[in-house]
């Protein structure tokens, strides 16, 4: 069943939380593969990523706490609800898990193209 109303706010939220990860991502991307040596920016680039990795873990601890709740009500309830939740939740932790690795590896390469340029500076 469809309901027509706006996405509540989590959903915009979640939308926008993915643009930005895109958007960070494409620009280590591009610092990388541009050479750049401007490593005011390659810092402020390696926090905003720092920054983003802490939120996804944050949202996937969430995630794994919900999971905690639901399973111990399980026994409780509707069954089959709460199975559908879980699947759900389960989906999220995934997608949160992957796209926290994709970053972890994206920042590494950052770190180590930051130490190359301090490097080329001394």
Known sequence: RWDLRPLPPRTRAAKNRRSRMT??????????????DD?????????????????LESEKLR????????????????????????????????????????LRAQLAELRHYADRVRIGRS
């Open 23 to 36: 958007e960070l991502l494409q620009t280590i991307q591009t610092m990388i593969s541009s050479e750049t």
């Open 39 to 55: 490593l005011a920016q390659i810092e402020r680039t390696l926090t905003d990523g720092y920054a983003q990795a802490l939120e």
């Open 63 to 102: 995630l794994e706490r919900r999971v905690n709740e639901i399973a111990l009500r399980i026994g409780r309830g509707d069954a089959t609800e709460n199975a559908r939740e879980l699947a759900s939740l389960a989906k999220s932790i995934d997608g949160k898990q992957g796209a926290l690795a994709r």
